[in-house]
């Protein structure tokens, strides 16, 4: 007889372990162990690892996989388990690694190849390709493609969070603090009679009252400098969105503004210096000139297309000098500017913070990270198995990502620096698998997976740039580079200041409702409030901020995942090194963040979440 030592460790969150019965199975190169009992009830609770020995008449050879399956304890209710990782010491003293991450569920035998990466060209083993054929014709069913909405990258073919498959669902832990978060702020709105009032509102000071306990150091900050033109500027490069500004070197021809309109505010230089001089900036919103618009209350909104222009002052601050809130210049679309009356520069500042709201959430967060991110996985699933060098590499920072955005269809939209640091993370660990241009140009399972999210994801636009096959090494470590860092890095810059820089509504309103004003003269206050969503709509928008940028319990910072899909020791040290070098990065941070009244964080390692969760 021959003795295998089988160590099986139980994931530690509520109601992962179980008191069924589970059984094993190992598969060697020169045959299979009996079907054997691993434990007796409730010796596989949550969190705990067992070591359990197994016997076989000979030797099986070569580990290569595991099956395992379980059977109901006495007659109570099925009670799914979920495995983490199985550990197999064998008669010659090696330790295989069989990464599972999976749930075990009533008959069903779920079959856990070895933890070596391996691409297709280097499987060997006839029952291994067997096993990889089979994983992607099972997951080619269950995550199928389908077009949403026409022109938008293409999504998972289910229609509620009930249908995904096990694995990509949220934790029972994730649920309950979602829905606890959901509640408590939804009834802190019902309390004050709130959520459903659609009523304007009466003046500034009411909105300062409609989150009692959701509050935020930013979003306070907030609500004291949001008039100030250097806080405006400010947040065009540090808040919530960050992608709309360009240096300007030429004045947009639909643009109105003129040079000597905006003398008074270049410190003595001249437009044309400046222009020059790389110290003018634009954001240009007529993306939004086509947006239809929406009736809300029975109220109709107004959505505006603004150029904003800007200058970088003497003191490095970043100030709005001129103003154009519609893209067609003419007699009723004026220029404002800083010298007008104040609630009139205050007014076309709102509107332009509502088209950036728009821009923001519509285009760089939900297209750009949120449904980008969606083809990402699903292309993985489909057409990379869980041998593959780079699933494994991906699969950690596709966490929860369909569960959000099925969720965000069914409930929302129904009717050394970071990058540089993931480059050198990237490339170290495909160079281990792909060692030539050759390697890449062979795998088939690698250039069926960027074939698919160039159909699905890009809708096979060629003035994307992004690739219909990969032909070296260094395209797909650029590509996989930004897929990291779109899942990572991107998503939490769009995504974490969302509450900070939108709580207090007149510094984001996320609908206007009084059209662009024709004429600078006789704005007041009044107009303004009479612009502002209602208080219901507000309200609403507010809390699915407050929701999205609260933290939850289960959040995994970046490269801190405790899954362990790779056993090669150089992918390990690659990893261990990545953690370090991100340390460093958060360090430096906090140092150029110390002493300033509003510090950014929202790309310190440390407040990067691992995966789109939210």
């Not at 190849?113 to 054929?133: S, V």
């Not at 699903?378 to 099925?406: F, G």
């Amino acid at each position: 007889m021959v003795a295998y030592k089988v160590t099986v460790m139980t994931g530690d969150l509520l109601l992962d372990g179980t008191r069924d019965h589970v059984f094993i199975i190992l598969y060697g190169t020169e045959g299979k162990s009996e079907r054997k009992k691993l434990n007796e009830a409730p010796e596989l609770s949550s969190g705990v690892e067992k070591q359990y020995n197994l016997e076989c008449p000979a030797s099986l050879g070569k580990v290569i996989m595991i099956g395992l399956d379980k059977e109901a304890y006495l007659f109570l209710p099925d009670d799914d388990w979920f495995c983490v990782m199985v550990k197999v010491e064998t008669p010659e003293n090696e330790t295989l690694h069989f990464p599972c991450y999976s749930w075990v569920m009533e008959r069903q035998l779920l079959l856990v190849r070895e933890g070596k990466a391996m691409t297709r060209k280097n499987d060997t083993i006839p029952a291994l390709l067997e096993h990889r054929l089979k994983e992607l014709e099972v997951r080619k069913q269950q995550y199928e493609w389908k077009e949403l909405v026409e022109g938008l990258p293409h999504c998972l073919a289910l229609d509620n969070t009930e249908a995904l498959p096990a694995e990509v669902r949220y934790s029972l832990d994730k649920r309950m603090d979602f829905l606890l978060t959901a509640k408590t702020t939804i009834a802190e709105l019902k309390i004050k009679f709130l959520a459903n009032s659609k009523k304007p509102w009466g003046k500034l000071e009411d909105i300062a009252q409609v989150f009692w306990f959701n509050k935020t150091k930013t979003s306070d900050y907030v609500r004291q400098h949001w008039k100030e033109n250097e806080f405006f500027g400010y947040q065009l490069l540090n808040g919530a969105n960050p992608m709309m500004i360009q240096q300007c070197q030429r004045l947009p021809q639909k643009f109105a503004v003129t040079a000597d309109m905006v003398q008074p505010f270049l410190e003595g230089s001249m437009l044309p210096v400046e222009l020059q001089n790389g110290n003018i900036f634009l954001c240009d919103y007529s993306r939004l000139a086509e947006v239809p618009t929406n009736v809300i209350n029975l109220r109709p909104q107004y959505i505006p297309a603004p150029f904003c222009l800007l200058f970088k002052n003497k003191e490095d601050k970043l100030v709005p000098i001129a103003i154009q809130l519609q893209q067609e210049p003419g007699k009723n679309n004026p220029v404002f500017l800083p010298s007008d009356k104040e609630e009139a520069w205050l007014l076309a500042k709102t509107h332009v913070r509502a088209a950036d709201f728009i821009e923001h959430q519509f285009n760089f967060h939900l297209l750009r990270t949120h449904l980008l991110a969606e083809a990402f996985v699903i292309a993985t699933l489909r057409h990379l198995p869980s041998a593959h060098p780079i699933y494994k590499l991906l699969i950690p920072h596709m966490r929860y990502t369909l569960q959000i955005n099925t969720l965000g269809r069914e409930k929302l939209i129904s009717e050394k620096g970071p990058i540089n640091m993931v480059y050198v993370y990237a490339l170290g660990i495909v160079d281990v698998f792909y060692p030539t241009d050759l390697e890449v140009v062979s795998d088939e399972e690698l250039q069926s997976w960027i074939s698919d999210i160039y159909k699905h994801g890009f809708l096979e636009l060629n003035s994307t740039e992004i690739p219909k096959a990969f032909t070296s090494v260094k395209e797909v470590v650029k590509f996989i580079t930004m897929v990291i860092f779109t899942m990572t890095a991107q998503h939490s810059a769009l995504s974490s200041g969302q509450f900070d820089f939108g709580g207090w509504l007149p510094n984001s309103p996320n609908s206007l409702q009084a059209g662009v004003p024709q004429s600078k003269e006789q704005i007041t206050e009044a107009d303004l409030l009479l612009s502002l969503p209602d208080i219901n709509t507000y309200v609403w928008g507010m809390a699915a901020a407050w929701i999205a940028s609260k933290r939850s319990g289960d959040f995994v910072l970046l490269s801190q995942h405790r899954e362990q899909y790779f056993s090669e020791p150089e992918v390990l040290s690659l990893t261990e090194k990545l953690k370090e070098e991100l340390k460093e990065i958060s360090k430096k941070i906090k140092e150029r963040n110390e002493g300033k009244d509003l510090p950014y964080t929202y790309l310190d390692p440390e407040d990067i979440e691992n995966s789109i969760t939210i």
